[in-house]
């Protein structure tokens, strides 16, 4: 016999002694085992589901908004401060104003007028 065959019956052999080994699972045991599996896989794809929707409408959102900045971009106002208030009007100063000493008189004399 060749190396090969000796090789194969010796796999055969540890195949054997591995499947002699496993007991058969009980049905109810395996029943619950096949739920609780199908119910975590819904539940991942169905959360999986809901993040892509959210992220599916959120960038249409932002599609929408941006286009609406663009239709109208003189409305938007980014400037969230504001103008600050106009500062108060200070009072006129109290001076005494000196006395004029110059007598006025008419720039063309009054018969010169008629």
Request: proline share 7%.
């Amino acid at each position: 016999m060749s190396t090969r065959g000796r090789s194969a019956i010796m796999v055969c052999i540890v195949i054997l002694s591995v499947c002699s080994c496993v007991q058969k699972m009980d049905e109810s045991l395996r029943k619950q085992l096949m739920d609780a599996e199908v119910a975590r896989r819904l539940e991942s794809y169905t959360m999986q589901q809901r993040a892509d929707c959210h992220e599916e409408v959120l960038q249409e959102a932002i599609a929408r908004v941006d286009s609406t900045f663009r239709v109208d971009p003189v409305s938007i106002n980014l400037d969230t401060i504001g103008r600050p208030p106009l500062p108060l009007k200070p009072g006129s100063p109290n001076f005494k104003l000196p006395k004029d000493s110059v007598v006025l008189e008419p720039l063309l004399g009054r018969d010169n007028l008629e």
